[in-house]
C-alpha cells in the first residue's frame, strides 16, 4: 500500500515561490505516471502537471510557464516547483498517479495560500 506525504506549502505573497515535496512509501511510485493535483474551496480537483517515469512532464494551462514538476525515483519523491504564484493558485495540493486511471490513497495534501 502506497502512501502519500505532501510538504511545503504555506503562506506567500504573490509573485512569490515554493516547492512542494511528495514523498511517497513503497516501491511503484517509480513505476507509474505521478501528478499534482489542487483543489480550490468550492471547486473540483484538478490535474495541474504530471511526470512520466522517464521525465517527460505535462502541464495544465495554469501552471504552464510558472510550474515546474520533477520527480526522483531513487528517493521516492515528487516536487513542484511554484513560481509567481498567483492569489488563484490557493489550493490545498496533492500528488498523486497523474494518468487517466489509477490512483493511490490520497495523502492530506499541503495548502497553498497566496495572498498579500
Known amino acids: 500500500q502506497v502512501q502519500l506525504v505532501e510538504s511545503g506549502g504555506g503562506l506567500v505573497q504573490p509573485g512569490g515561490s515554493l516547492r512542494l515535496s511528495c514523498a511517497a512509501s513503497g516501491s511503484l511510485f517509480r513505476l507509474v505516471v505521478m501528478g499534482w493535483y489542487r483543489q480550490a474551496p468550492g471547486k473540483q480537483r484538478e490535474l495541474v502537471a504530471s511526470i512520466t517515469t522517464a521525465g517527460m512532464t505535462n502541464y495544465g494551462d495554469s501552471a504552464k510557464g510558472r510550474f515546474t514538476i520533477s520527480r526522483d525515483n531513487a528517493k521516492n519523491t515528487l516536487y513542484l516547483q511554484m513560481n509567481n504564484l498567483k492569489p488563484e493558485d490557493t489550493a490545498v495540493y496533492y500528488c498523486?498517479?497523474?494518468?487517466?486511471?489509477?490512483?493511490?490513497?490520497w495523502g492530506q495534501g499541503t495548502q497553498v495560500i497566496v495572498s498579500s
Open positions: 498523486n498517479i497523474g494518468a487517466v486511471v489509477g490512483r493511490f490513497p
